[in-house]
C-alpha cells in the first residue's frame, strides 16, 4: 500500500513539474519575437524536388513578414497549410516554434515511383502513395517510364487516390493507372525486377507490355492477372532458358497464356 502511495506521489510531482515548465515556457514565448527561420527537407539526397530557397520563397512570396513578429502572433497552422498547397512535391509540413525565436519547418517530400508520358504529351509522375504528382524543372526522378497508348490526362486524376482504387479497377472502368500503380508497386518490391525493368509500354490492344535493361527483347505481360506466377515463370525462364540461348535470341517473350510463356524468335 506504501509503494503504491509513494508511486502515485512520484507520479504527481512529476505532473506538477511538467504543468509548471509548461506555463514558464509559454509566459517566455509571450514576448518572444522571431529571429530566425530554419528549415530542413528529408530525403533531399535521392529527391530534390524542393530546396530550402524555395520554402523560404514561398513564405516571402505571401508577404509573411515573420522576422521581428510576436512568436506567438505565428499560425503556424497556416504556414503548413500553404506550404502544402504551394508545392505539389511536399508531402507534408511541419511548422513548430521554439522558446529562443526560432521558427522551424520540416518538410517531407513526395516519393514518385513511377512516370506517365501520353500520347499526346502529358506528363506526371505517380507517387508510393498513389497520388498523381506534377513534373518539375528542376528535378528529374529516375523511375519507371509508362507510355504508349495510354490516354490519361494529369487533370482527371488530381485528387485520386490509387492506392485505395478498387482491386480491378481497370477492367470496370477502363482505365489502367489503378493496375500500372500495383504492378510498378510490385516490381519495386522486388531486388531483381527492379534493376531489371525499365519501362512499361501499353499496345494498341491495351496490353501491358515490359521492357527490360537487359536483354533484346520485350516482354508481353497481357495484363496484372495472375502476376506473381507470370513473373515466376518469367525467372525461371532467365535462368533456365535465356542463360543458355542467349539473351538476345528472342524478339518477344509472351506471358498472357496461362502456365506457359510463348516466345517469338528473333529473325
Not at 5 to 30: N, R
Request: aromatic letters at 8%; a positive charge; glycine letters at 6%.
Amino acid at each position: 500500500m506504501k509503494e503504491k502511495l509513494k508511486t502515485a506521489s512520484v507520479w504527481t510531482l512529476l505532473l506538477g513539474y511538467l504543468v509548471a515548465v509548461l506555463w514558464i515556457v509559454g509566459g517566455e514565448t509571450a514576448n518572444v519575437r522571431v529571429d530566425a527561420i530554419s528549415v530542413s527537407i528529408s530525403d533531399n539526397t535521392n529527391n530534390k524536388f524542393i530546396t530550402e530557397a524555395d520554402v523560404r520563397q514561398a513564405i516571402e512570396h505571401e508577404n509573411l513578414k515573420l522576422i521581428g513578429s510576436l512568436m506567438d502572433s505565428v499560425n503556424i497552422h497556416y504556414l503548413e497549410d500553404l506550404l502544402i498547397h504551394n508545392n505539389k512535391s511536399i508531402k507534408k509540413a511541419e511548422v513548430y516554434r521554439t522558446v529562443y525565436g526560432e521558427i522551424g519547418v520540416r518538410i517531407e517530400q513526395r516519393q514518385p515511383i513511377m512516370r506517365i508520358i501520353n500520347p499526346n504529351g502529358d506528363s506526371y509522375y505517380i507517387d508510393a502513395n498513389g497520388q498523381v504528382m506534377p513534373l518539375s524543372k528542376k528535378y528529374t526522378a529516375h523511375v519507371i517510364v509508362v507510355n504508349g497508348n495510354l490516354n490519361e490526362p494529369y487533370m482527371d486524376h488530381v485528387g485520386e487516390n490509387l492506392l485505395r482504387s478498387r482491386t480491378r479497377a481497370g477492367k470496370s472502368t477502363g482505365e489502367l493507372l489503378p493496375d500500372l500503380f500495383r504492378l510498378v508497386r510490385f516490381i519495386n518490391s522486388n531486388r531483381f525486377w527492379k534493376a531489371q525493368i525499365e519501362q512499361i509500354y501499353i499496345n494498341q490492344k491495351k496490353e501491358i507490355e515490359l521492357v527490360p535493361r537487359v536483354g533484346n527483347h520485350t516482354i508481353i505481360l497481357g495484363s496484372i492477372d495472375d502476376m506473381d506466377e507470370k513473373f515466376e515463370n518469367l525467372k525461371a525462364f532467365y535462368e533456365q532458358g535465356l542463360s543458355k540461348y542467349g539473351w538476345n535470341k528472342y524478339k518477344t517473350i509472351n506471358l498472357k497464356f496461362k502456365n506457359q510463356i510463348v516466345c517469338t524468335k528473333r529473325t
